[in-house]
């Protein structure tokens, strides 16, 4: 993929479609004047050598390559006629069959890139329409290569599951930590020292889970096994429900993508 494929950012204007844009333009993929980006109230600050426009259709006409970044729920009333070009969506629950036939394009994709895009280290599940040629996953391989890492996976309900284990994902180390965080203050340490204790804490499990060859699991049981401080820790917080608790809330995420695709669908 080369700098002269025209790619089109509808909900250019919001977080999500803004780090996309900034991740494209800096590995390459476009340039200021081949990347075009619509937004619904305000044209953001950043990225003001783009195309910007309020008119969806216009942004559609002029690119080859058509990213939805827009609330599901608004979905419905967005009258966007593809022409059979690539179309690429990042909303949460819209099915492929519902974006072929809403957008006229046999050539769909549905990812859901996270928060962490902003940072160019989102995670990307991807599946694709039975009319995505090679090149078209060429295309969605190094856009979501510039945000992360990225993985087509085999199945529709692949991506209403992962849409809770990565798609919220951010949201629960950040969970995790500010539990923490009221704890420490709870036991009486200052709040700055508190936060970059946490802060840090949560920054380097990443990391270790990185640069690791074991498992998480297999780091879990190493502690467990060390029969310290952190195994007493980790045998309360099970007992407590921890490891329930996170399946209850990613089943909650897998049954709410479900239902916003149907909802969204039956508008």
């Known amino acids: 993929m080369s700098g002269s494929v025209r790619i089109g950012i509808v909900g250019g204007g919001g977080w999500l479609g803004r780090a996309i844009a900034g991740s494209i333009l ?47 729920l608004d979905w419905a009333n967005l009258p966007l006629h593809a022409n059979g070009k690539l179309v690429i969506s990042v909303m949460a629950g819209i099915r492929l069959s519902a974006l072929s036939q809403h957008h006229h394009s046999a050539r769909v994709v549905r990812a859901l890139p996270n928060a962490a895009a902003e940072v160019k280290n989102s ?46 994902g951010p949201a629960f180390p950040a969970l995790l930590a500010a539990a923490m965080m009221k704890d420490a203050l709870a036991h009486g340490l200052p709040a700055d020292i508190a936060s970059r204790a946490v802060n840090t804490v949560v920054k380097g499990a990443g990391r270790l889970l990185e640069h690791q060859d074991q498992s998480a699991d297999d780091i879990v049981e190493a502690f467990l096994n060390y029969r310290g401080t952190t195994a007493a820790a980790i045998e309360q917080m099970r007992e407590a429900g921890f490891d329930r608790a996170v399946a209850t809330g990613l089943k909650a995420a897998f049954r709410k993508s479900v239902s916003m695709g149907d909802a969204a669908e039956h508008t």
């Open 123 to 168: 995670y990307t599940p991807w599946i694709g329409s039975k009319g995505v040629t090679d090149e078209d996953r060429a295309i969605v391989r190094a856009i979501f290569e510039a945000c992360g890492i990225q993985d087509e996976v085999s199945q529709e309900s692949h991506i209403d599951y992962l849409t809770g284990l990565t798609g919220s």
């Open 26 to 72: 800096e590995a390459g993929l476009a340039t200021p004047q081949s990347l075009a980006l619509s937004y619904r109230s305000q044209q953001a600050d950043r990225l003001a050598s783009a195309f910007w426009t309020t008119d969806n259709q216009a942004l559609a006409d002029r690119s080859d390559v058509i990213l939805l970044s827009v609330r599901p």
